[in-house]
């Protein structure tokens, strides 16, 4: 795609200061650009940045000092870069039609425009809604429903009775409602749990590359709509999120916790079973969380604490060996002094 400056500025609602001619041939990040390219800054120390890169614009807050490169002001430049990622984004080329190498049970009901690749296998029961695709490789077990225009990419895994909402993305090796671990232990044998509950994901939701969220013991469990989970997440049975949580990779939430709205769990935090963490809660990367947790809070550590209580521990703990150190001079100073009086 090829665009002017000023093209660009009347699509993100921009005004343009220098060459409105300029033209526009790709986006990238201030470290990568290239001639042709736009960038943004949001920062002075961003913008010295830019106006030593080689990009030909740079999309900038609105009372931002001139560069001498053409600038496209707006109240949020990282918005308007994210909108202009949508811009110059190549259009999806997904697949198209049901290929012949597809194994598709009689009994499934596919809306008449699906997309289904080379080697997908669809049981009996399942449902798919209008305008969704699925990449070569996917198994949709029997009874699943797959609402419209969801996007499963190769080597999904949903299995029996899994239900997906609109517009839900999946990415590849994820799997969705496989057994719960329960098992109990007599005479030193474990034996396995049933598991006959199932899966629900609600609209807008987005699954990275091999997450897995296994199906519930009895009941649901449950990941709310416009829920974003990164690659590598194990969530348990039971477990509850809320709407629109953020979750990172390789986090781990044990079974039926329950998250609120808005939860933000950072890199490898673990989430012990039957907790509950409150809406608007964040806790930061490789945190335990072994409790309750309120929300509208951030939080920190193993376990996790409120954030800035638990950094204030860990200065006090980086003076451990100054104060026993002073505790032992203390203790010498006494011993000496008693010494004294004793003669």
Known sequence: MKLTVQALAQRLNAQVEGDANTLITGISSIEFAQEGDVVFAESPRYLRLAEH???????????????????LRVASPRQAFLEALRIFAPEPQHPQGIDLNAVISPDADLAEDVAIGAGCVIEAGARI?????LYPLCYIGRDVQIGEQC?????????????LGNRVIVHSGAVIGADGFGYVTVDGVHHKVPHIGTVEVGDDVEIGANVCIDRAKTGVTRIGSGTKIDNLVHIAHNVQ??????????VGIAGSSQLGRYVVLAGQVGVTDHVSIGDGAIVAAQSGVAGNLPGGQRYFGSPAREHAKQLRLMAYASRLPELFERVRELERQLGSSSEDRNE
Not at 54 to 70: F, H, M, N, R, T
């Open 151 to 163: 996007i499963l990419y190769p080597n999904v895994t949903l299995m029996h009775g899994v239900k």
């Open 241 to 250: 999120v809320g709407e629109n949580c953020l979750l990172v990779a390789q």
């Open 129 to 133: 809604g209008q305008g969704s695709v």
């Open 53 to 71: 890169c080689p990009a030909s614009a740079v999309i900038v807050w609105q009372d931002a000092p001139s560069i001498g490169k053409p600038l």
